[in-house]
């Protein structure tokens, strides 16, 4: 069975400053997609970021940023000048072929002002 | 619709009776999924409609839960006789095609008194 590890319950990071989430997967796919979602306290998930595996290049959007390393199975979250708004809990996710997506337990980031 | 839209928002229900819950799906995603959320936890998968596919009913906890889907539009979740244990936010997602991007809806927040 596919399953996502995220090992880091709780983290926090100043505002303005730079966090990494880790993800790891498992995984004898060699072509599939990677998600990371944010889900702030209204409930609904936000796509952050999605990255590709046949593709090298780390994906990016604004401050968001993968550092996704194939070999190890390792797909890690970086948020750069953390603002209070990126206060939320934050999901990796992994599809399997034509299987639905399977979610990590989440980290819970927490912005300090 | 704009976005998934999930109905209702909040259900409050006692022990041992039935539950109905809605999901609107964004026009034209002939993927639709159903996840649970406990409190503090991840997604779990429940189950997923993909065309006019058989779905996907791997993820359903106990025969007490169904679900159904007209074509590629609305879906219903049916909790039989619940149980206390089936006091989560039930979230429901579509997309265009597997392993695209999920769209969320804002979940129902299910309480079994």
């Known amino acids: 069975a596919q399953t996502v590890t995220q090992s880091q319950p709780e983290m926090s990071v100043q505002e303005a400053e730079t966090v990494t989430l880790s993800c790891t997967y498992d995984t004898s796919e060699s072509d599939y997609y990677l998600f990371w979602y944010k889900q702030p306290p209204s409930r609904q998930m936000i796509l952050v970021i999605r990255?590709?595996?046949?593709?090298?290049q780390n994906a990016t959007e604004n401050r968001f940023s993968v550092n996704f390393q194939k070999a190890a199975k390792s797909f890690s979250l970086k948020i750069s000048d953390s603002q209070l708004g990126d206060a939320a809990m934050y999901f990796c996710a992994y599809p399997s072929g034509n299987t639905p997506l399977v979610f990590g337990k989440g980290t819970r980031l927490s912005v300090i002002a | 619709g704009a976005g998934v839209s999930q109905s209702p928002s909040n259900k409050v229900t006692e022990k041992g009776k039935d539950v109905e819950l809605r999901c609107d799906p964004i026009s034209g995603h002939t993927a639709l999924y159903w996840y649970r959320q406990r409190l503090g936890q991840g997604l779990e998968f429940l189950i997923y409609?993909?065309?006019?596919?058989?779905?996907?009913k791997s993820g359903l906890p106990s025969d007490r839960f169904s679900a159904e889907r007209t074509g590629e539009s609305v879906s219903t979740l049916t909790i039989q006789r619940t149980q206390q244990e089936d006091s989560a936010v039930y979230l429901c997602?579509?997309?265009?095609?597997?392993?695209?991007?999920?769209?969320f809806g804002s979940g129902t927040q299910l309480s079994v008194l």
């Open positions: 997602a579509s997309s265009s095609s597997t392993n695209e991007k999920l769209f």
């Open positions: 409609f993909q065309g006019n596919s058989a779905p996907d």
């Open positions: 990255q590709e595996a046949y593709k090298q």
